[in-house]
């Protein structure tokens, strides 16, 4: 196990509200929302705007010299935490920037009657791009169907990817279940097909090395804000072989070297292709800090700490008559469960009763109802700043929530 | 006067499940000569339908349908038995009242009789929402008017 204590000293969230503002201990289980940020990611922001405030890209002086050269070098760090090469990974807003930078990159690459394979347990982010895409240039969006466990197996991916299947785009690990994919059998077959594989890692980032030189995925797409860094930045992925069929999606300055009057554009190679405009300069840094934070404790621990924590949640949480578990069979740090007769929003509220602060709903994926036969769950969901006294916490107020109107009296 | 003593939550919080455990009015019917309003957007999870018959200016058949958590299946349910048979202009009014009532204002309590049981959602300010889904499904229906 991590030593939390000693790991929430790196995060002001913790300090601040259990001395300043709340009495009550906080046992935040929204990770798979969003994450905390370290010391160490927020000074490296403000020393950005404290010490060497300046554009990219722009200038020679010397101020401006130096905020290359940081950008550069978190753009190395940042492609080394995936194992990619540095003219790999592009900056973007986020995990649906960069999934909608994907699929419409792929604009001329797609034609009428071609298919996409998507699946039902995917995040908004990756379907609705597709669907646009779809309707766009007539192409078919096709649904992998999954096992009992939300597995997309092999065998399964097998028998709907054909010869006019183009572009397979799934999680690989999904956020409602926290399912993990076989990627990289997935991949081999996609390949196989001659198709293009997109890896949303959005929730696979923050506790698991991915490594794109194995898995070989053609695209992957990650936030920063789920793994402990900033919001409002991610990455893009484009492995060398296939950045030929791509074109960029968003258009201005520094993607291009010139212009003229007679329409023709030539544009620089990626990733600078596809990083149009001023960049979140302090995000950024900020982000590669958070990588280094992770590196530095070690995604393994991480793994490791969050599923003693579901283990230990998971064996209490199966005593419970009234609490039906959705994904106990998996080690992911996300624990899906509803309380019998109780709608989970109102488990929810209830459970921020007592500073117990989870996620009800769909979650984003819309589509999950259609195969796990529920409209909304409660999502309790992991990370390395939390320890059994927040699995404590949530079970004693999961007894309690037959209380659950109480909170409005 | 209310029927019911409103400063006692046993009460109030009876009212709720009695609701949410056998909401009125819930039913979906094939009729084009109801008005249909969606209420969707306000989170992920509601996705409240109401359908309401007017004639001459009076609300004579009030249905709705659809999935909620307790806050808005009671308050639906309660709203779809203080509207009928009032007319529209009545009807607004009650909206208005309770609005007020979750803005904490002054309010008429005969008028909103049972649906007073939600005097503190506003404890719960994520929840007001859940609350008043179908009052502001209402009002959506009279602007079709
Ligand atoms: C699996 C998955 N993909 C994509 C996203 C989108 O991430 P963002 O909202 O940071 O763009 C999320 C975030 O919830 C996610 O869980």
């Given at each position: 196990?991590?030593?939390?204590?000693?790991?929430?000293?790196?995060?002001?969230?913790?300090?601040?509200?259990?001395?300043?503002?709340?009495?009550?201990?906080?046992?935040?289980?929204?990770?798979?929302?969003?994450?905390?940020?370290?010391?160490?990611?927020?000074?490296?922001?403000?020393?950005?705007?404290?010490?060497?405030?300046?554009?990219?890209?722009?200038?020679?002086?010397?101020?401006?010299?130096?905020?290359?050269?940081?950008?550069?070098?978190?753009?190395?760090?940042?492609?080394?935490?995936?194992?990619?090469?540095?003219?790999?990974?592009?900056?973007?807003?986020?995990?649906?920037?960069?999934?909608?930078?994907?699929?419409?990159?792929?604009?001329?690459?797609?034609k009428e009657g071609d298919e996409i394979i998507l699946s039902y347990n995917e995040h908004a982010s990756n379907v609705l791009p597709w669907y646009n895409i779809a309707k766009m240039k007539r192409c078919k969006i096709v649904f992998a169907p999954s096992d009992k466990k939300g597995v997309i197996t092999p065998n399964n991916l097998s028998k709907v990817i054909t010869k006019i299947t183009k572009v397979v785009s799934l999680a690989s690990v999904t956020n409602v279940l926290g399912v993990r994919q076989p990627i990289k059998e997935l991949v081999k077959i996609?390949?196989?097909?001659?198709?293009?594989?997109?890896?949303?890692?959005?929730?696979?980032?923050?506790?698991?090395?991915?490594?794109?030189?194995?898995?070989?995925?053609?695209?992957?797409?990650?936030?920063?804000?789920?793994?402990?860094?900033?919001?409002?930045?991610?990455?893009?992925?484009?492995?060398?072989?296939?950045?030929?069929?791509?074109?960029?999606?968003?258009?201005?300055?520094?993607?291009?070297?010139?212009?003229?009057?007679?329409?023709?554009?030539?544009?620089?190679?990626?990733?600078?292709?596809?990083?149009?405009?001023?960049?979140?300069?302090?995000?950024?840094?900020?982000?590669?800090?958070?990588?280094?934070?992770?590196?530095?404790?070690?995604?393994e621990e991480i793994e490791k700490h969050e599923k003693s924590l579901k283990t230990y949640a998971i064996k209490q949480l199966k005593e419970m008559k009234n609490i039906i578990l959705y994904n106990d069979f998996n080690d992911s740090g996300i624990i899906t469960f509803n309380v019998k007769d109780i709608h989970a929003q109102d488990v929810a509220t209830y459970l921020s009763s007592n500073n117990v602060f989870i996620r009800s709903g769909n979650h984003c994926a819309k589509l999950l109802p259609e195969v796990l036969n529920v409209n909304s769950t409660c999502?309790?969901?992991?990370?390395?700043?939390?320890?059994?006294?927040?699995?404590?916490?949530?079970?004693?107020?999961?007894?309690?929530?037959?209380?659950?109107?109480?909170?409005?009296? | 006067?209310?029927?019911?003593?409103?400063?006692?939550?046993?009460?109030?919080?009876?009212?709720?499940?009695?609701?949410?455990?056998?909401?009125?009015?819930?039913?979906?019917?094939?009729?084009?000569?109801?008005?249909?309003?969606?209420?969707?957007?306000?989170?992920?999870?509601?996705?409240?339908?109401?359908?309401?018959?007017?004639?001459?200016?009076?609300?004579?058949?009030?249905?709705?349908?659809?999935?909620?958590?307790?806050?808005?299946?009671?308050?639906?349910?309660?709203?779809?038995?203080?509207?009928?048979?009032?007319?529209?202009?009545?009807?607004?009014?009650?909206?208005?009242?309770?609005?007020?009532?979750?803005?904490?204002?002054?309010?008429?309590?005969?008028?909103?009789?049972?649906?007073?049981?939600?005097?503190?959602?506003?404890?719960?300010?994520?929840?007001?929402?859940?609350?008043?889904?179908?009052?502001?499904?209402?009002?959506?229906?009279?602007?079709?008017?």
């Open positions: 196990m991590l030593d939390v204590k000693d790991i929430r000293k790196d995060f002001p969230m913790y300090s601040l509200h259990n001395n300043e503002y709340e009495a009550k201990p906080l046992h935040y289980l929204d990770n798979a929302a969003t994450s905390f940020k370290p010391s160490v990611v927020i000074n490296k922001i403000n020393e950005y705007y404290n010490n060497y405030s300046a554009n990219t890209k722009r200038s020679d002086y010397s101020l401006a010299y130096k905020i290359d050269q940081e950008f550069e070098e978190a753009r190395k760090i940042v492609a080394s935490f995936i194992n990619a090469n540095i003219d790999e990974v592009a900056f973007t807003s986020g995990a649906t920037m960069s999934l909608n930078e994907i699929a419409y990159s792929l604009l001329y690459e797609l996609t390949h196989n097909n001659n198709a293009l594989f997109v890896c949303d890692g959005a929730q696979e980032a923050p506790h698991h090395k991915i490594d794109v030189k194995d898995t070989n995925v053609d695209f992957l797409a990650l936030s920063s804000h789920k793994m402990v860094g900033p919001t409002g930045v991610g990455l893009l992925y484009v492995k060398k072989e296939v950045q030929n069929k791509i074109w960029p999606f968003i258009y201005g300055g520094e993607m291009n070297s010139r212009f003229d009057s007679s329409l023709s554009v030539s544009l620089k190679e990626f990733p600078f292709s596809f990083e149009a405009g001023t960049q979140n300069i302090a995000g950024i840094l900020g982000f590669a800090e958070a990588c280094k934070y992770l590196n530095n404790i070690g995604l999502r309790a969901s992991l990370y390395l700043y939390n320890d059994y006294s927040d699995i404590d916490a949530l079970v004693s107020s999961l007894k309690k929530s037959g209380d659950f109107l109480d909170v409005y009296f | 006067m209310s029927t019911f003593d409103i400063t006692n939550p046993v009460i109030l919080r009876e009212i709720i499940m009695d609701h949410y455990s056998n909401p009125r009015n819930k039913k979906e019917i094939d009729d084009p000569s109801f008005i249909l309003v969606h209420m969707d957007s306000a989170s992920c999870i509601d996705d409240i339908y109401i359908q309401v018959k007017i004639v001459n200016n009076i609300i004579k058949k009030i249905y709705w349908h659809g999935e909620g958590c307790a806050i808005s299946t009671a308050s639906t349910s309660i709203m779809s038995e203080l509207v009928i048979n009032k007319s529209v202009e009545e009807a607004k009014n009650i909206i208005h009242n309770f609005y007020n009532m979750l803005e904490s204002k002054e309010f008429d309590h005969d008028l909103l009789d049972e649906a007073i049981c939600f005097i503190n959602v506003n404890r719960q300010p994520s929840r007001i929402t859940c609350a008043n889904i179908s009052y502001r499904g209402l009002e959506k229906v009279f602007e079709k008017l």
